[in-house]
């Protein structure tokens, strides 16, 4: 069974970078079974797509964060990653990493399938 | 990007009844149209994919259907373990966007 569990500091200053990383057990990160995603949610609010990888490393950005936004993947650690910089107040959310399950041919015909447990990041001096 | 629009926004329901929520696109999505249940402090669940198809495992009350920009999840017989925020997505096109949930008490 595939899980995924992200790690990473839960506070990080305005103007800084938010890195965050997700740990993969049960399967090969390279996989070609699997994209891998960052979904996040404000508090009190709903889910907000930020971006996705494929499993040969070619990354997918939601275009209002590109400009900002690394997501890697490390083969050695069989894991993902996240960094988001320049943050500022609006990036305060829980933060979830998620498998991701194909069902289509389209580049994005895939549903979020397993998700972490989620971490609160607070962007706050 | 494509807004996703759900409504109702929240509903109020008892163990046993039916309920239907509606999600619509700004355009047409061709059934890329995925539905998630969120309960408090938790990560979402996959419930539904390709408009109509339940992931395995998910209880055969639920069910999803519609099709171009307008769809619906019902739910026969509610459970307890139903009541929570539900989610639709599109996966049609990026960015992958989010219906902005349905909230199902307990009446």
């Known amino acids: 069974q595939l899980q995924v569990q992200e790690s990473g500091p839960g506070l990080v200053k305005p103007s800084e970078t938010l890195s965050l990383t997700c740990a993969v057990s049960?399967?090969?990160?390279?996989?070609?079974?699997?994209?891998w995603a960052w979904i996040r949610q404000p508090p009190g609010e709903g889910l907000e797509w930020i971006g996705s990888?494929?499993?040969?490393?070619?990354?997918y950005y939601k275009p209002s964060l590109q400009s900002r936004l690394t997501i890697s993947v490390d083969t050695s650690k069989n894991d993902f990653s996240l960094r988001l910089r320049s943050v500022t107040a609006a990036d305060t959310a829980v933060y979830y990493c998620?498998?991701?399950?194909?069902?289509?041919?389209?580049?994005?015909?895939?549903?979020?399938?397993?998700w972490s447990q989620g971490t609160m990041v607070t962007v706050s001096s | 990007d494509i807004q996703m629009t759900q409504s109702p926004s929240s509903l109020s329901a008892s163990v046993g009844d039916r309920v239907t929520i509606t999600c619509r696109a700004s355009?047409?999505?061709?059934?890329?149209l995925n539905w998630y249940l969120q309960k408090p402090g938790k990560a979402p669940k996959f419930l539904i994919y390709?408009?109509?198809s339940l992931q395995s495992g998910v209880p055969s009350r639920f069910s999803g259907g519609g099709s171009g920009t307008d769809y619906t999840l019902t739910i026969t017989n509610l459970q307890p373990e139903d009541f929570g925020t539900y989610y639709c997505?599109?996966?049609?096109?990026?960015?992958?966007?989010f219906g902005g949930g349905t909230k199902l008490e307990i009446k």
């Open positions: 997505q599109q996966s049609y096109t990026g960015p992958l966007t």
């Open positions: 355009q047409r999505i061709s059934n890329s």
């Open positions: 390709d408009a109509s």
């Open positions: 049960g399967g090969s990160i390279s996989s070609s079974s699997y994209w």
């Open positions: 990888i494929s499993f040969s490393g070619t990354p």
């Open positions: 998620a498998t991701t399950f194909f069902y289509g041919s389209g580049s994005f015909s895939y549903a979020f399938d397993m």
